[in-house]
């Protein structure tokens, strides 16, 4: 069973930084697209970035572009998303996610991780 494990969620400050880590199991295969999404209470599932794994190219969405970057390891076959100025907005559970084609749409991705939590708060 093919698995992303996400890591290095936590409760933070406005302003602070914070690295969140993806590590796929090996059945994923490494020309897939990696993603991450965010979900706060009550509001749908909506896209952060995503990265294709062979030549790096990254997309961002607008709310997180300048602020965010997305970035993968290859010999680890982890994909990170490293995120700056941290803004209250920016709280909810953020997923990656693993698919064949670079798109903003959730349902099209082959696999999740479980999620994990980013708090931001004074």
């Known amino acids: 069973q093919a698995q992303l494990v996400e890591s290095g969620g936590g409760l933070v400050q406005p302003g602070d930084s914070l690295r969140l880590s993806c590590a796929a199991s090996e059945r994923i295969f490494s020309t897939h697209i990696r993603a991450w999404f965010r979900q706060a209470p009550g509001k749908e599932r909506e896209p952060v970035g995503v990265i294709s794994w062979s030549a790096g190219n990254t997309y961002y969405a607008d709310s997180v572009k300048g602020r965010f970057t997305i970035f993968r390891d290859i010999p680890k076959n982890t994909v990170y998303l490293q995120m700056e100025n941290l803004k209250p907005e920016d709280t909810a559970t953020y997923y990656c996610?693993?698919?064949?084609?670079?798109?903003?749409?959730?349902?099209?991705?082959?696999?999740w991780g479980q999620g994990t939590q980013v708090t931001v708060s004074s």
């Open positions: 996610a693993a698919g064949r084609w670079a798109t903003w749409k959730p349902e099209q991705y082959d696999y």
